[in-house]
């Protein structure tokens, strides 16, 4: 009987144990695939300067406007964008839980108002204008990868140290990643799991809070240690000559962009679509 006992712990043990890896591999797959653009998209086949283009528009229009029912069309244009980005679980989840989290905050706040809904119009519209840049921020930097990206960056006549730093930061997650995963499965292994999970789980999180703040030093000194090998990598890559320094180099790393009819037609269609929504607004609301 206790054989069997201790077989059905250890089994149970060995299924969270699944769990918990499963879940960890999820979250580091779901960051890659937004790092590196793996999903598609409408905006995946565009050129970077077009996609570029796109986000400035939708991320300028929402503050040139107080009319919510402007914000609230752009609103939904961006939201259409990023479902058809294919932004992904994880992305989305943490905006839908952000935006809960906002939407009790003003319940709050009318709560303490005693109801007078007058005194959060303001954060109302800013909060759709947040809404709207973090959407269409997700759609846009989800189809490009750190190449397009840079390369787009570079058309544009950026500074060669935005598209450098773009390039880094990108080429950095998976190493964060991969150090964090390390640096808490060497914790899992040195310390012994609380004995139960304590009053709403309050031992547990003390535990995930504790190794959260051990593992900030060490997750930035490894992964400092791979700074030299990074940046090495892409000055062997030739990203400084290519980076402006050197037009021959410039001109060699540029040449697979295409703007293309397709990628016009995008600028020109997403201009119309703010202009019409402002237009809306003005009807809707003429009072403003």
Known sequence: MTAAVADATTERDRKRKGRDRASVEWVKVELM?????????FLARRDP??????????AVGPWLTYSEPTLVILGVVALG???AARIGPLLLGLFLFGLLGQVAYLGVMVFVFGGNTSAIEGLVEVS?????ISLASMAAFVSLDPEKLSDGLAALRAPAVIGFGVSYAY???????DEL????DGHRLRGAPPAGHGLLGWRTMRRIGAVA??????LFLNTAKRTRTTVEALETRGFTLTGGANPAGRRLRLAALRFTWA?????????????????????LAPHR
């Not at 037609?265 to 237009?279: C, E, I, N, R, Y």
């Open 33 to 41: 695939r937004v790092a590196y653009a793996t999903r598609g998209g």
């Open 49 to 58: 300067r077009a996609v570029l283009g796109w986000y400035v528009l939708l």
């Open 81 to 83: 964008s990023a479902l």
């Open 128 to 132: 759709l204008k947040l809404a709207i």
């Open 171 to 177: 080429r950095m997650i998976p190493l964060l990643i």
């Open 181 to 184: 995963q390390t640096i808490i």
């Open 213 to 218: 703040v051990q593992s900030f030093y060490p």
């Open 263 to 283: 990628d016009g037609l995008l600028l020109v269609a997403t201009l119309a679509v703010v202009v019409v929504a402002f237009w809306a607004g003005a009807a």
